[in-house]
């Protein structure tokens, strides 16, 4: 990737159904070179989903929260992965390194559907030994890409 396919990107990451017309401008590039770039980078596996980012609390989805896992014994971390993806109100699932096992991205209504998540799903994963529900009170930033 060079400057300008680097360009075109921060146009797409501002508004993924920018037109290759609008990109051009903005990238100083013909139409069909700024087309056959993005082609290339979708291709390459660069450029992996287009998407829109939903103001959350318009819809309802007032609680953010982040939940630290642990897990038992290496034989139940495939149960695991394959469990808790399952689950649209968990947005990410990372497995980190330090004290825990996994870090979960969750958007829920409020605390009565955390708990519903916590109590009837999370911890009824084999394998599930214990966990850390942090609350977010506000967020500062949070982009979807670099």
Do not use: W
Request: aromatic share 4%.
């Amino acid at each position: 990737m060079d400057s300008t396919d680097f360009s075109i990107v921060e146009v797409l990451k501002e508004n993924s159904r920018a037109t290759a017309s609008e990109i051009s401008k903005r990238v100083n590039l013909s139409v069909p070179a700024v087309a056959e770039r993005i082609r290339k980078m979708e291709q390459a596996n660069i450029i992996r989903k287009y998407t829109v980012k939903i103001n959350r609390e318009k819809i309802g989805y007032n609680l953010l929260a982040f939940v630290l896992v642990n897990i038992d014994t290496s034989v139940n971390i495939d149960t695991f992965r394959i469990e808790i993806v399952k689950h649209n109100c968990v947005l990410e699932c990372h497995h980190i390194t330090g004290l825990n096992d996994y870090l979960l991205k969750i958007l829920v209504k409020d605390t009565l559907e955390l708990e519903n998540f916590l109590t009837n799903i999370l911890k009824r994963i084999k394998g599930v030994v214990t966990s850390n529900t942090i609350i977010s009170l506000s967020t500062l930033k949070e982009e979807l890409n670099i």
